[in-house]
C-alpha cells in the first residue's frame, strides 16, 4: 500500500501557483448557532470555530471517535427463509416477502453514532466588541476573528494542520500585556478534565449503542504557550497580561481498526505534540499552508463577479436566490463568483475530512454537535457516501479517496461473512449502510436495508480511479476486492422464471430481494421488487468493469467466461408508457411523484450508460424522467439533479438547479418560513437536516458542467449555461490522466491547455471547431482505453408508449491528438 500511496503523490504532485483563489466565507458578528460557524479539519479532527468575543467555542470531533465496539449485525435466519421470499417476489406478492425481510433478515444492530468529541472555550469576556470580522479564506484554510474592544485590535486564528496533526489557535492583542482569558473544556458526554502545567487534559468516554457495550475512549489534549503569565486550576487553565498565546490541540482514541481496540490515544498524543514543541507558530503555519495548498491550488474557476459578490456570506445567499437569473432565469447579471466559491467549498471540505491513513468523510464530513446526529452521521452507501467522492477525480484530489478505498477493503472482508451467512454467496457484499466498524448487514427496515448492492456500487469508485489515472499498480491492488463483488452478484442474481408475474422478464438474471431506494411502484404498497433498475445498472458496471480490469491486468479463468454469459443475460433499460426510463421492470412510475431519489438514473450519472451520442432514446427518457421528477427535492438531491443535467448536456438546467440549492435555511427550526431553503449561512448543505453529501454533489456538478470525459471523448465545456458567457478554469482531471485548463468568452471556447500525464491518444469534443498542432479529425471508435463508453443493449419500449421522439444529439466536432506523458498541448478555436 506504501508504493501505491507513493505513486499517488507523485502522480498528483502540482507545483504551487503563486496566490490561491482567495474565496473567503465571512460574517459581521460571532455565530449563534452551530450552523453559522465555520469548519476547519485534517482529515482526524474536525472543528466548528464560532468566533466569539465574550466566550470562543471551538467544538470539536474526532474521526474514530463513535459510539459501540467491534461487531457485525449479519442477521441468522435470512439464508433459511430466502428462497421463500423470492418465490414470494416472483409471483407479484411483494409485501408477504417484505414481512419476511423485516422478521428474519433485519435483526440490528442498526449501526454505531458518529459522536461529537466536545468544545475547548475561550473566555475572553471581550462584551460590546466593534468592528468585527471572522471570515473562513478556502485559499489557506484559514480560520481568522478580528476585533475592536476598549480601544484595542484583538486577532485570532485557527487552522488544523495535515503536516503537524494539530489544531492551532493562535490569539494576539493590538496592545502590549492586553490579552487576558481563561481555557476550559466541556463534553456532552462523561469527561475527566484536568490541567497539569500549561496543558488541558481531558477524557472523554464513549457509549454503549443496542447493546454492543463502549469500546473506545477519547483524550483531547490543549496545550497553551503564551508570552503572558500561565496559571492553572483543577479544571481550567488562565491567562493573564500577554500579547500572544498559542493553542495546540490534538485528540486521540484506542482505535486501531475495525476490529482493535488496542490503542493508546496518550502515546498518540505524546507523539503528535512532541513534533509541534519543536517547531515555532510560524514553522506551523508554513508547513501548514504548504501542506493544503498542494491540492486545493490545483485547481481554479474564475465567473465574473457583481455587486453582491461583497456582501458577507449568509447576505450574499439571499442576495443570490433573490437576484433574477438570465437565460433560463428572468433577466439580470447574477453573482456567478458564488458558483467558483462553492465549487471550491466543496473541494475544501474534502481536503479537509478526507486524507490518505484517516477515515472516509462520513454523512457530515467530519463535523458533528449532537449526541444523536441525524442518520448517526454514518456511511450511507445507497447514493450519500458515494454523493461525498464524486468531485474527488474531476477536482484533482484524487488522494482524498484512499479512506474510502480502505473501508471498501474493509467491507470485502466484513461483507464475505455477510455475503456467505445471510444469503449463501461467494465474494462479499454491504447493504445501504456501514459505520466505523464496518458492519455489512441490513439496517433500519426493509424500505431502507434490503438494498444487496451498496458494496457493489463502491467498488465502482475503484475503477474511475483507474481510468483517470492509468495507476495499474492501484488497479492490481484492489483488483481482488471488484472481483469479490462481482463474485457475490454472479451467485445472488437469479433468472426471472417463465412462471412469474412479470412475463417479459423470463430470463432475465435479477437481484432478488431488492429495493429501489426508499421507493415503491405505484400499485405495490412497498418497494421490494426483484431486479430494480439501479441495481441492473450496478450490475452491468460491476461486471463488465471486472471483465476490463481482469484484461487490462492479463487475469483469466473459468468465472471470468460465466461473468461474461452473466452480463449478457442483464434487463435491458425499459422506457415506460409515459416515455420515463423505468425505475422497475414493471412499468410502475407516476409522472408525477416528485420523488427525491431518482435511482434509474444512476446509469446516466455516476454511471456512463446513458449517452445523447450512443444511445439517444434512452437519454430522451432520462430526460423526459428528470422533468416529471421537478427542479426542487432534498439538498443532496439537487446536487444529483445538478450532475444529471449536466449529463444531458443542459447547463441552463443544471444552472437552475444550482440556483434551487443556493437558498438560505437560516436555521432548521426555520424551515417552516424557509421551505425552499436548501444551504445554510456556513454553506453547509441542508438536506434539511445538514448532510456535506450536497455540499460534494454541488462541487462535482459544476465541474461536470465545465468538463467529461466518461463517453468516448474528453468534451470540452458540455454544458455551458448561457449566462456563463465569460470565464476560465484551470486544473480539471479527465479521463487518461489529463488536466485541462480552459477560457471561454461569448459563451464559446477560446482556448484549451491539455498536459498528458501517462500519454495516449485524446480524442477531444468541442461545439466549436478547433485548431492546433498534432489534432486530426477523429474517425472510428475512440482509440484510449481509458475513455471508453459503455455498450449496453438497445432499450425496451411500453407497448402503451405514443408519439415518442428521441432528441438527437447536439453537433460537436470531434480530433484526435496523440501525446506523451509530462507534454502540454494547446487548442484554440478556429
Known amino acids: 500500500m506504501k508504493s501505491i500511496r507513493l505513486a499517488l503523490s507523485l502522480l498528483f504532485v502540482t507545483v504551487l501557483s503563486a496566490s490561491a483563489q482567495q474565496h473567503k466565507l465571512w460574517y459581521s458578528r460571532p455565530a449563534r448557532h452551530w450552523l453559522e460557524a465555520l469548519p476547519v479539519g485534517n482529515s482526524h479532527l474536525g472543528a466548528m470555530v464560532y468566533g466569539g468575543t465574550e466566550t470562543e467555542e471551538i467544538q470539536l470531533n474526532e474521526e474514530t471517535f463513535w459510539s459501540g465496539s467491534p461487531h457485525n449485525n449479519n442477521a441468522t435466519e435470512s439464508l433459511t427463509h430466502l428462497q421463500e421470499v423470492r418465490d414470494l417476489v416472483f409471483a407479484g406478492r411483494e409485501e408477504e416477502a417484505a414481512h419476511l425481510i423485516d422478521k428474519h433478515f433485519i435483526h440490528g444492530p442498526h449501526g454505531m453514532r458518529f459522536l461529537p468529541l466536545g468544545s475547548v472555550k475561550l473566555n475572553l469576556a471581550h462584551k460590546d466588541a466593534t468592528d468585527y470580522r471572522r471570515e473562513l479564506n478556502l485559499g489557506t484554510a484559514l480560520n481568522t476573528t478580528s476585533y475592536l474592544y476598549k480601544g484595542v485590535r484583538y486577532e485570532r486564528t485557527v487552522f488544523a494542520s495535515q503536516a503537524d496533526n494539530v489544531i492551532v489557535v493562535r490569539l494576539k492583542a493590538g496592545k502590549r500585556g492586553a490579552l487576558s482569558f481563561g481555557v476550559d473544556f466541556a463534553s456532552q458526554l462523561q469527561s475527566q478534565v484536568s490541567a497539569e502545567a500549561n496543558e ?10 443496542e447493546g454492543i457495550k463502549a469500546g473506545l475512549k477519547a483524550e483531547c489534549r490543549v496545550v497553551m504557550e503564551s508570552d503572558g503569565k500561565v496559571e492553572r486550576n483543577a479544571r481550567s487553565l488562565n491567562v493573564t497580561d500577554a500579547t500572544t498565546a498559542t493553542l495546540y490541540i490534538t485528540a486521540a482514541t484506542n482505535f486501531v481498526n475495525y476490529h482493535d481496540v488496542s490503542g493508546n490515544p496518550v502515546q498518540k498524543n505524546n507523539q503528535t505534540l512532541a513534533g509541534v514543541k519543536a517547531k515555532s507558530y510560524k514553522q506551523l503555519l508554513a508547513r501548514h499552508l504548504r501542506k493544503y495548498r498542494e491540492q486545493y491550488d490545483r485547481v481554479s ?132 449502510n456501514t459505520d466505523l466498524w464496518r458492519i455489512s448487514g441490513p439496517v433500519d427496515g426493509t424500505p431502507w436495508g434490503m438494498f444487496p448492492t451498496g458494496g457493489a456500487w463502491l467498488t465502482t469508485h475503484i475503477w474511475q480511479h483507474y481510468l483517470f489515472t492509468g495507476d495499474k499498480a492501484f488497479l492490481e491492488a484492489y483488483y481482488p476486492v471488484m472481483e469479490g463483488a462481482a463474485k457475490f452478484l454472479a451467485d445472488y442474481m437469479q433468472a426471472y422464471p417463465e412462471t412469474g408475474a412479470v412475463s417479459q422478464a423470463a430470463g432475465w438474471l435479477v437481484t432478488v430481494p431488492t429495493v429501489s431506494p426508499e421507493h415503491g411502484p405505484v400499485g405495490k404498497r412497498t418497494n421490494v421488487t426483484a431486479g430494480s433498475t439501479m441495481d441492473n445498472q450496478i450490475a452491468f458496471d460491476v461486471l463488465s468493469q471486472t471483465l476490463q480490469a481482469a484484461k487490462v491486468l492479463g487475469k483469466d479463468n473459468s468465472q471470468l467466461s460465466a461473468l461474461r454469459s452473466q452480463l449478457s443475460k442483464l434487463p435491458p433499460m425499459q422506457i415506460g408508457r409515459y416515455g420515463q426510463l423505468q425505475e422497475w421492470i414493471i412499468d410502475g412510475d407516476d409522472p408525477k411523484d416528485e420523488h427525491r431519489h431518482i435511482s434509474q438514473l444512476y446509469g446516466l450519472y455516476p454511471s456512463n450508460q446513458i449517452s445523447p451520442f450512443r444511445s439517444p432514446e434512452l437519454y430522451t427518457a432520462a430526460a423526459n424522467t428528470l422533468r416529471q421528477r421537478g427542479d426542487q427535492a432534498t439538498g443532496w438531491s439537487l446536487g444529483w439533479k445538478i450532475n444529471f443535467w449536466a449529463r444531458m448536456l443542459d447547463g441552463n438546467h443544471a444552472f437552475r438547479i444550482l440556483s434551487n440549492m443556493l437558498k438560505l435555511l437560516p436555521e432548521d427550526s426555520k424551515a417552516r418560513q424557509y421551505p425552499d431553503g436548501r444551504t445554510y449561512p456556513n454553506l453547509f448543505d441542508a438536506h434539511p437536516p445538514f448532510q456535506i453529501d450536497g455540499n460534494f454533489g454541488c462541487a462535482a456538478g459544476i465541474c461536470e458542467m465545465l468538463l467529461q470525459s466518461h463517453d468516448g471523448a474528453l468534451h470540452l465545456l458540455p454544458a455551458l449555461p448561457d449566462s456563463w458567457s465569460e470565464g476560465r478554469v484551470g486544473g480539471l482531471r479527465a479521463r487518461g490522466g489529463f488536466v485541462v ?90
Not at 488541558?200 to 449503542?209: C, F, K, S, T
Not at 486524507?355 to 454537535?369: C, E, I, S
Not at 461525498?388 to 467491507?411: C, K
Request: aromatic share 8%; proline share 8%; charged share 20%.
Open 741 to 830: 485548463d480552459m477560457q471561454w468568452t461569448n459563451g464559446k471556447l477560446k482556448k484549451a491547455t491539455v498536459r498528458s500525464t501517462i500519454g495516449g491518444t485524446l480524442r477531444l469534443r468541442s461545439y466549436v471547431p478547433l485548431k492546433g498542432n498534432g489534432i486530426r479529425a477523429a474517425s472510428g471508435p475512440c482509440p484510449n482505453p481509458l475513455m471508453q463508453p459503455a455498450a449496453v443493449q438497445a432499450a425496451l419500449r411500453s407497448p402503451e408508449l405514443k408519439d415518442f421522439k428521441a432528441t438527437p444529439a447536439p453537433k460537436v466536432y470531434e480530433y484526435d491528438l496523440d501525446t506523451r506523458p509530462g507534454r502540454t498541448y494547446v487548442v484554440s478555436a478556429q
Open 301 to 432: 474557476l474564475t465567473l465574473p463577479k457583481n455587486a453582491h459578490s461583497a456582501l458577507e456570506t449568509d447576505k450574499r445567499l439571499e442576495a443570490f436566490s433573490a437576484s433574477p437569473l438570465p437565460s433560463g432565469g428572468i433577466g439580470g447579471e447574477p453573482d456567478l463568483d458564488m458558483v467558483s466559491l462553492m465549487m471550491q467549498y466543496g473541494r475544501y471540505l474534502l481536503i479537509s475530512s478526507s486524507q490518505p491513513g484517516g477515515q472516509p468523510a462520513n454523512l457530515q464530513g467530519v463535523w458533528n454537535d449532537k449526541m444523536n446526529a441525524p442518520w448517526d452521521s454514518k456511511y450511507t452507501i445507497n447514493i450519500n457516501a458515494e454523493m461525498n467522492y464524486w468531485p474527488a477525480l474531476v477536482g484533482n484530489l484524487a488522494e482524498t479517496q484512499m479512506p474510502l478505498f480502505t473501508m471498501i477493503r474493509d467491507l470485502s472482508e466484513t461483507g464475505a461473512t455477510t455475503a456467505r451467512q445471510m444469503y449463501g454467496c461467494q465474494g462479499w457484499m454491504a447493504h445501504h
Open 200 to 209: 488541558l487534559v481531558a477524557v472523554v468516554d464513549g457509549v454503549e449503542q
